[in-house]
């Protein structure tokens, strides 16, 4: 017999967790359908950063930018382990935006949402100020602001995790391989990585299919009435370029703006390109272009420029942008835009864009036309303050968290500690099970992995092979030599 749902999403990024959980969590029967693994393309590919977008002011997006510095707040609420506060570094060029226009743009940026956990702007004087000391000489003036970090991949995992625990059924590796619509429910075919076959039932079809979208409308034989524009976003690694937990943000000759940020504690991530992409978004790769255009911006504005051969690791994303016309791949709206159909049949909602920031907003939003369409009550909308999994920190925060666990178990050296409580927050000593020490947690595997921490991520988070485990679980392969990422590989299969 066919298994029947209220709602399938299609696709395993932010978009269609945040759906799938919301809709769980509202008493709606729900399956995530993911082909490859959770997070596995756009929503593991980002800057890595919740924020409202300064530069978003200049294309007079303002309801997006004060959408996003709301949601800043909520994500610091509901998942402090993963989500924490950064300083931002403007270093100014007079040549490319005056003072004041920074200066006022950055007051707009302070006031256009509440700030309860952030400090406003200040200007800095960068030949007194520690933030000044990477940068060139020449540049004497910059402003601080404040925005926040996520760890992207973990954040996607999260929100599946709390969907499957309120009763969705997730299944990765689970492609949609045909459709058919009825007028009551649509019919949808399903295939495992090991081939077989399934059919599933649900009143209403979710499209969230990222760089695929499109791709599930033809599956699907609709026709949508929006389009999206697919823009590459490279990211390049290299050794630390500055001590501290600031970034910076750098203005770029072509107005564009690069991000350089403290990355696993030794490193520095530098992004992002804005590049119209053609072709297959699970082939995408930084180029040599890239990687000299990225270095080349930071090397205008640090005293030490990194150089193309220092670049340890790159990673590149396709961000599927809503088509708003714009002739700048820069300035296409980091919008979204959710399409109801529900007039030839059961309902088919399509996601259009978005970005991460606003995921939950998206997620509320896209309840509301589903459960309209179902002719249903949508139920109370509640994301904004239950916590994702090992977001329960208790009183103090992070801070008081990660103090109390290095009490509890002495045992674990700090900087692991330090990666593992910003993995599992207060499911920590879940994951540790009991532990006493470091042989306790099985073999050493390379980089501070251990067998137990593997176990874990099988079990509880979907991974299946090294590559789920050390680029999207974690980024403990930036810590591994190839010896050590190749003998995992084959210990996972």
């Known amino acids: 017999m066919d298994k029947q749902f209220d709602i399938i ?21 729900v399956c995530l359908l993911e082909r490859a693994d959770l997070a596995s393309a756009t929503s593991s590919s980002s800057t890595k950063l919740i924020h409202g977008g300064l530069r978003y002011l200049e294309n007079y997006e303002f309801r997006l930018v004060r959408e996003a510095l709301a949601e800043r707040e909520v994500m610091l609420r509901i998942a402090p382990h993963i989500v924490w506060p950064m300083r931002f570094v ?26 309860i956990s952030l400090p406003a702007h200040e200007a800095i004087d960068c030949r007194a100020h520690p933030f000044g000391a990477p940068l060139d000489p020449q540049i004497t ?19 599946a ?59 699907a034989a609709q026709t949508p009435r929006g389009h999206v524009r697919l823009i590459k976003g490279s990211h390049i690694i290299v050794p630390a370029l500055h001590d501290g937990a600031q970034a910076y943000l750098l203005q770029n000759d072509d107005r564009r703006v690069v991000f350089v940020i403290p990355y696993e504690g030794q490193f520095s991530l530098i992004g992002t390109t804005d590049v119209p992409y053609e072709g297959d978004a699970r ?76 995921y939950r907003r998206l997620a509320e939003e896209a309840i509301g036309h589903i459960a309209k369409a179902a002719g249903r009550e949508p139920g109370t909308p509640w994301t904004a303050t239950a916590t994702l999994p090992g977001g329960d920190l208790g009183p103090g925060g992070l801070a008081a968290f990660e103090a109390d666990a290095a009490r509890r178990h002495p045992w ?82």
């Open 141 to 159: 003036n910059a402003f601080a602001y404040s925005d926040c970090w996520v760890e992207d991949a973990r954040l996607v995992l999260l929100n």
């Open 9 to 29: 999403v299609v696709g395993g990024g932010i978009n269609g967790c945040g759906i799938a959980r919301d809709a769980a969590g509202r008493g709606f029967s």
């Open 90 to 115: 403007l270093p100014h060029r007079p040549e490319m935006r005056p003072r004041w226009m920074i200066r006022a743009g950055l007051f707009l940026y302070d006031q256009l949402a509440r700030r």
């Open 283 to 358: 082939q995408v790769h930084a180029s040599a272009e890239e990687i000299a255009y990225l270095c080349a911006a930071v090397g205008q504005q640090f005293r030490h420029a990194p150089r193309p051969e220092d670049v340890v690791w790159t990673y590149s994303g396709v961000r599927p942008l809503y088509d708003d016309g714009s002739s700048n791949a820069s300035s296409v709206t980091r919008d979204y835009v959710l399409e109801m159909d529900a007039a030839a049949g059961a309902p088919l909602l399509s996601v259009l864009g978005g970005k991460i920031t606003t």
């Open 412 to 493: 674990l050296p700090p900087a692991m500690l330090r990666r593992m409580v910003r993995a599992y927050g207060s499911e920590l000593d879940l994951m540790l099970d009991g532990a006493t020490s470091l042989d306790g947690l099985g073999a050493p595997l390379g980089g501070g992995l251990r067998e137990r921490e593997v176990a874990w991520m099988q079990r509880h988070e979907w991974a299946r092979t090294a590559e789920d485990v050390l680029w999207r679980r974690s980024k403990l392969g930036l810590h591994m030599t190839a010896a050590e990422r190749d003998a995992l590989a084959a210990r996972l299969g």
């Open 161 to 219: 995790r709390d969907a499957a625990a309120r009763g969705a059924d997730v299944r990765t590796r689970t492609a949609m391989v045909g459709t058919r619509r009825h007028a009551d429910h649509w019919e949808v075919t399903t295939q495992a990585a090991d081939g077989t076959r399934d059919v599933l039932r649900a009143r209403t079809l979710v499209n969230a299919a990222g760089p695929w979208v499109m791709d599930a409308f033809e599956m």
